[in-house]
């Protein structure tokens, strides 16, 4: 077992972490809630690097690697479109990859992309050194078992999940530990539009169905649109605040 004072002396700084990059790299960066913003903002301070690619899918929070300042140096490849990269993929300084969510993990483990490093944020790993992919798993942990060197953001605030999700803290080269609050996904605008066709469609779902539920303001206002009708939902990609109002009754 790894002891806690040992993975404690262990951590590094963020800066001393991100030392593993080097120019001309293929870089994940782990997505959403679990986008590791002081691996990133410490890799954007290496004002060395030069032609790195990094591949992900929607990321969260500023995404420093996206600023115009930072064009030849990082070039953003999103396998899934978010917020943060839109505006440099609509101007040509970043790329989007279309593919099916369910076909990213064998880019990395085939070897179509293949990754010589992969930076993802942890929870803290348990006695016997493993820690988990927390809240984004997806792509990641196929990205952590095929790239060359993972570079791990160990929170403390990141919880820790169940299932096909363990990284070894045996696999990290080098991590850093922090102490902060996820990313909360914020909520869409809804619009006079959104609204009306989210009602078309709550009519149109039976009760007792099962549903898989999306991103963005048609899905969130089908939510709200189903009050207290007894309904159970499949929702791995929206906001649980969106859907538990309106799920809430359901048996």
């Known amino acids: 077992m790894i002891s806690h004072e040992r993975l404690e002396s262990a951590g590094r700084f963020p800066d001393e972490v991100v030392r593993h990059i080097k120019s001309g790299d293929r870089v994940f960066i782990h997505g959403a ?29 500023d995404c420093a690697f996206g600023r115009p300042e930072h064009a030849g140096r990082f070039r953003s490849v999103s396998v899934f479109a978010g917020a943060p990269l839109r505006g440099p993929i609509a101007e040509g300084r970043a790329d989007f990859v279309p593919v099916f ?21 942890l929870s803290p790993p348990n006695a016997h050194g493993q820690a988990t992919l927390g809240t984004s798993v997806d792509a ?10 993972v570079l791990g953001d160990v929170n403390a605030q990141m919880p820790r999940t169940l ?36 009602r078309i469609i709550a009519d149109l779902v039976p009760d007792g169905a099962c549903l898989q539920m999306g991103i963005g303001a048609i899905p969130t206002q089908c939510c ?24 809430r009754t359901a048996t």
């Open 33 to 61: 809630s679990a986008t590791p913003i002081p691996l990133i903002d410490a890799m954007c301070r290496r004002t060395e690097l030069r032609d790195v690619t990094l591949v992900h899918l929607h990321t969260a929070g």
């Open 101 to 121: 969510l369910s076909d990213i993990p064998s880019l990395f483990t085939d070897g179509f992309m293949p990754l010589d490093v992969a930076i993802v944020q």
């Open 140 to 149: 990641a942990l196929a990205a952590t078992l095929s790239a060359k060197i």
């Open 163 to 198: 299932g096909n999700t363990v990284v070894p803290m045996s696999k990290v080269a080098a991590f850093s530990r922090t102490d902060r609050p996820l990313i909360e996904a914020a909520h869409s605008e809804l619009s006079e539009d959104a609204e009306k066709i989210g």
């Open 224 to 247: 709200h649109g189903w009050g207290t009708r007894t309904t159970w939902a499949s929702t791995p990609r929206c906001s649980p605040t969106d859907w538990s109002r309106s799920f």
